[in-house]
């Protein structure tokens, strides 16, 4: 077996591991993204009250979209670690 050969074969092994970390990272991102999100609809909240059913509609938009980058980030996972 060639070197290009083995060095290929070791490289299919490390992709699980490297999967887990990715699907690490996008839910840790995710996680700060619903954190910042509803900082911003509370305090945009307490300084103008009467804009909180705009702002909620806003926040729960861009929660639905930080949730899907971690939802993609678990498909990526199973794909490649599968």
């Given at each position: 077996?060639?070197?290009t050969?083995?060095?290929?074969q ?11 970390i990715?699907?690490?990272?996008s839910?840790i991102?995710?996680?700060?993204g619903?954190g910042?999100?509803?900082s ?14 705009q702002?909620?509609g ?8 930080a949730?899907l980058?971690?939802?993609?980030g678990?498909v990526?996972?199973?794909?490649a670690?599968?």
């Amino acid at each position: 077996m060639s070197a290009t050969q083995v060095l290929a074969q070791q490289a299919v092994d490390i992709n699980p591991g490297l999967a887990a970390i990715g699907f690490g990272a996008s839910a840790i991102g995710a996680g700060i993204g619903v954190g910042l999100i509803w900082s911003a609809v509370i305090s945009g909240t307490a300084r103008q009250p009467e804009a909180r059913g705009q702002l909620m509609g806003i926040g729960w938009t861009t929660f639905v979209l930080a949730e899907l980058v971690m939802l993609i980030g678990l498909v990526l996972f199973f794909i490649a670690g599968g």
